[in-house]
């Protein structure tokens, strides 16, 4: 029997899980760790990641033979190092929107139109890496003339576990400066940031060995909503997943890059078998429930919450809540909106509150699958797929059936998978995708939310004048 161990690399939580060559999981542990968000920034120390995966390596193989590794993360966390590999600073997390301006900046310089060709972008986000390199060249200009080695987290983990400095493409699909139809750096990109190609890592493919730790071989997988998608069974078109863990991200597989349009929002990125794939995402999902709890219910789990919360009718008695606690990215990009709760009055109650949070990550969802248009069989992973009330929510708000699997944390299985790939326990990715079914499935119940959905769009037009998907389409 073989050993392989996935490990997935979130915003504010790690997750181990070590698996047979069936893919059953035999061991897994987590560990949490919290951001630096001074300023309006967010940011971590990078060694907090290193120290968190050496440790949950250690725990989930508990002396245990591991035959490979591979890990996923998030894309756009950035690390800039020396010549040696010593961080310059604190990593800059994804979600950190620093660089407004330079993001409007390159996206006058070059337009939208040439910035999806190359990258499958139709939108220019602070959050992208090239528009964070172009804010450190020019407010932290001591660190950028320094920096010799630019990682994004993906990499820099491989580089601590096996001293290579390497990287694949699915990780860099939103860097801005990866080109997805040519697999290779952007070197219009570049040159306008400033960057020069031996600063940046060597490209993989996913499933190449990417080095060792410990004699261990480490797998180049992919990037966090792929890795997850791929061990929800995602691996062929026509399956959609939708992930609620951190973030709300939504994946469907594609065979080429759609063509541009000027009123697109979806994202096109490079997929794991060098395809491709849409992917929208919002900044704040199972965040916001997290948020919520912690700050106005500490006291109760989230399985807490869900009881509370099944005893509100649906729509939360007029109770909206604007999720936007990171800004907005999709269906609309604006990375000034802020959150809110609307419609509240004396009757409400903080129960009240928790499923109007609940709701309002649904109702993103479905204003995600609109734009994506042709979905199918809808897949939910993530910690949110844990909460029977929120599928079936999810389910009477988008009215499509929402299967779940057995064990929810699909990420770290895609990366055993990926990594089982890598030294030849599966012929395939899809293969081994096709082991994987779902457990349990949420039917509509033809609750009657389109009140509701009205509500919540009137609501964000008013919190935030960009308003919602339909504005803008």
């Not at 010549?83 to 990593?91: E, F, R």
């Not at 939910?380 to 029977?388: H, I």
């Not at 919540?456 to 960009?466: I, L, S």
């Amino acid at each position: 029997m073989k050993r392989l161990l996935g490990i997935d690399v979130g915003t504010t939580a790690m997750k181990a899980g070590l698996y047979d060559d069936k893919l059953n999981e035999i061991a897994s542990c987590s560990a949490e760790y919290g951001l630096i968000t001074e300023g309006g920034r967010v940011e971590c120390d990078p060694e907090t990641y290193v120290k968190m995966l050496t440790d949950c390596i250690g725990r989930v193989a508990g002396g245990q033979q591991i035959d490979a590794i591979s890990v996923d993360t998030q894309c756009e966390t950035l690390i800039l190092t020396d010549g040696t590999g010593k961080p310059l600073g604190n990593a800059i997390v994804w979600l950190d929107n620093r660089a407004g301006e330079e993001a409007v900046e390159i996206e006058t310089h070059f337009g939208a139109e040439e910035i999806y060709r190359h990258t499958g972008q139709p939108q220019t986000a602070a959050a992208w890496p090239a528009c964070k390199l172009l804010w450190l060249k020019k407010h932290i200009p001591g660190v950028f003339s320094r920096a010799r080695k630019i990682f994004l987290l993906g990499d820099w983990l491989t580089y601590r576990l096996t001293g290579n400095f390497v990287t694949e493409g699915t990780l860099q699909s939103s860097s801005l400066y990866f080109d997805i139809a040519e697999h290779d750096w952007w070197d219009g990109m570049l040159d306008y940031i400033g960057v020069s190609r031996d600063m940046l890592p060597a490209i993989l493919h996913t499933g190449d060995i990417a080095g060792y730790y410990r004699g261990i071989p480490v797998v180049a997988g992919a990037m966090d909503q792929i890795a997850g998608a791929v061990g929800a069974g995602a691996v062929r078109e026509g399956i959609v997943t939708e992930m609620t863990g951190t973030t709300l991200a939504v994946f469907s597989a594609c065979g080429s890059i759609p063509g541009y349009d000027q009123s697109g929002i979806v994202p096109c990125h490079l997929n794991h078998d060098g395809k491709y794939c849409r992917l929208m995402w919002t900044s704040a999902a199972g965040l916001a429930l997290k948020w919520f709890r912690d700050g106005f219910m500490k006291e109760l789990s989230f399985a807490g919450i869900d009881r509370i919360a099944k005893d509100i009718p649906p729509g939360s008695d007029g109770v909206c809540f604007v999720p936007h606690l990171c800004g907005s990215t999709m269906p609309v990009y604006d990375p000034s909106a802020t959150a809110a709760f609307c419609g509240v009055r004396l009757c409400h109650n903080s129960a009240h509150f928790a499923r109007a949070v609940m709701e309002s990550v649904a109702f993103m969802l479905d204003e995600c699958l609109d734009c994506l248009g042709n979905v199918g069989e809808i897949r939910s992973t993530g910690g949110g797929a844990k909460s029977s009330l929120w599928n079936q929510i999810k389910a009477d708000v988008t009215g499509r059936t929402v299967a779940v699997l057995k064990a929810q944390e699909t990420a770290t299985r895609g990366s055993a998978i990926f990594a089982g790939v890598g030294i030849g326990v599966f012929p395939s990715v899809a293969a081994a995708g096709a082991l994987v079914a779902p457990a349990e499935r949420y039917i509509p119940s033809g609750t009657d939310y389109s009140g509701a959905k009205a509500r919540y769009k009137e609501y964000c037009r008013r919190v935030n004048p960009k308003g919602t998907a339909a504005d803008v389409r």
